[in-house]
């Protein structure tokens, strides 16, 4: 979008006004000591908090603690050669990256500059990495789905645009690709993504972008890197980089969704730049700011007025947890944060159940308002039916009777299960989650036997759409659950049962369900 007349006075005011500052308060400073990617300096009296500093090579620093005698800093490039007596000069600017659509597809570090093969970014507008959270009286609530292709998800936990949802759990529990999943299926909904990679292995980000390549996701997406081989200071700067790129499409009233993974890595490189700068440990050796951290970036997480766009930036925030802990000091904070949380269970990650969501433990605080009506009044009682399923297995386990009601809702609660399983990187749409949950509900799949659940349901989605593609629209475009498109419905899985039967399914089920990795 060309920026408005308004939009290039204020560019060029904001120039101007660096300029005029770096003439009259431009000073050079010396390095007094140096160490692991942060050093202090003499001579700066004049910097500003965040302001960058550059040395004659090129070599990157932001000031970070404003001291009466010494300024501390963070190196954003490589510091090894960096010793005491090297001098710095100061900028006259704030840490700013560059945004703009010409971001989209590429892989950046925390100041947005390319790591990729793609040439230099020819955008010209530059934002200040932090930037204020809007006002109360600048949002309105979150009401507009976001459609994330995960079923557990999107029929039980919804979340909403401008939603801050979080994602924690052990390692290697799925959090990674949760989000990826969620990003694959904004493929066709023109929301623009971002994901922040801060201290994982390159191996690990290696990968991330490849999956994002190979699903042609790369073509609405920016990846902010700063893995762990990249300095504390492009760690810590990481998340608000995505968070700002993020903002600028919301400001553009357009739709952002932004994964910072991992904040418990963001965390642990805050705590060893304050530990390294002389600043008095905590609980847990972080500083007493740690909640301050986090809290200012998320709350840039939202929903605007109509006034300003109506654009929204939606954030999903990953958290490790250890031995599942989710009353850790890292853990408790960012879930007091955000509107949400969804824990991943190593044991039933263990067990088979992919993703391992633990729905007991999870919840969305923005709920059904934020959901597509026609899944809101498919999965009603789904979750309940679901959180009573492990109390149902403890009787059964110890020998308890039980009712004819209390077997039915135990036969159908473990087909629920079945059918919330999903392998990754394999996103749903709409119409067959809703066709899917419907069946559960319904009773449709109470005579299929459990280990053909998820062939069924994958042969019922291939009937939408091979066979019935006007039901499928009619799921995806209807607001109300009709009368009517329950009868429609009904009738296709009815067709889909004839068509099992007579090529025996049911009985393959087993063989069929492995090889799908489910």
Not at 130 to 135: F, H, I, Q, T
Not at 315 to 329: E, F, K, M, R, V
Not at 369 to 386: E, F, N, W
Request: proline share 4%; aromatic share 6%.
């Amino acid at each position: 979008m060309a920026d408005t007349l308004d939009d290039m006075r204020r560019r060029t005011l904001a120039q101007l006004e660096q300029i005029h500052w770096a003439v009259r308060h431009r000073e050079v400073g010396w390095v007094v000591r140096v160490g692991d990617g942060v050093a202090y300096l003499r001579g700066v009296s004049s910097v500003r908090y965040g302001e960058l500093l550059a040395r004659a090579d090129g070599l990157t620093a932001l000031a970070f603690d404003l001291r009466p005698q010494e300024v501390g800093v963070l190196f954003l490039d490589p510091s090894e050669h960096v010793c005491a007596g090297d001098v710095l000069e100061t900028t006259g600017r704030v840490a700013s990256v560059i945004v703009g659509d010409e971001l989209l597809g590429r892989i950046v570090d925390a100041l947005g500059r390319p790591l990729d093969e793609g040439g230099p970014v020819r955008a010209q507008t530059f934002w200040p990495v932090e930037r204020d959270a809007p006002g109360v009286i600048d949002r309105q609530p979150v009401h507009e789905p976001l459609h994330t292709g995960i079923k557990v998800i999107d029929g039980l936990l919804p979340l909403g645009r401008g939603q801050r949802e979080l994602i924690l759990g052990d390692r290697a529990t799925g959090k990674t690709a949760l989000a990826l999943d969620a990003i694959l299926a904004q493929r066709e909904s023109g929301i623009v993504c971002i994901y922040a990679a801060i201290g994982q292995r390159k191996a690990s980000v290696a990968e991330t972008i490849e999956i994002l390549s190979q699903h042609d996701a790369l073509r609405y997406t920016v990846v902010v890197v700063a893995d762990a081989n990249s300095p504390p200071g492009q760690q810590y700067l990481a998340p608000y980089t995505a968070c700002t790129l993020g903002e600028y499409f919301m400001r553009k009233g357009r739709h952002a969704l932004v994964v910072y993974d991992d904040l418990s890595k963001h965390a642990d490189a805050y705590r060893r730049i304050s530990l390294l700068l002389g600043r008095p440990p905590g609980r847990e050796a972080y500083p007493a700011d740690v909640f301050y951290l986090h809290a200012r970036l998320l709350e840039r997480a939202t929903r605007l007025h109509d006034r300003l766009g109506g654009g929204s930036l939606t954030a999903l925030p990953l958290a490790s947890t250890q031995a599942g802990n989710i009353a850790a000091y890292i853990p408790t904070n960012v879930i007091s944060i955000t509107d949400g949380q969804i824990y991943l269970d190593t044991r039933l990650f263990n067990e088979g159940l992919r993703p391992a969501v633990d729905v007991g433990l999870s919840v969305s605080r923005v709920g059904g308002k934020a959901q597509p009506r026609i899944l809101r009044q498919i999965s009603g009682d789904l979750r309940l039916l679901y959180a009573q399923l492990h109390e149902l297995e403890t009787f059964t386990r110890f020998g308890a009777e039980l009712e004819p009601e209390s077997r039915r809702r135990l036969a159908r609660g473990r087909r629920l299960r079945e059918a919330l399983k999903q392998p990754r990187l394999r996103p749903w749409r709409l119409a067959h989650q809703a066709a899917a949950l419907f069946a559960i509900k319904d009773g449709c799949l109470d005579d299929v036997p459990l280990e053909a659940v998820s062939t069924f349901l994958d042969t019922l989605c291939c009937h939408l759409e091979e066979v019935d593609t006007r039901l499928r629209d009619a799921l995806e475009q209807e607001t109300d659950f009709t009368t009517e498109l329950q009868s429609r419905l009904r009738q296709a899985i009815a067709a889909v049962q004839r068509t099992s039967i007579a090529r025996g399914t049911h009985d393959s089920g087993t063989d069929a369900s492995a090889e799908t990795g489910r």
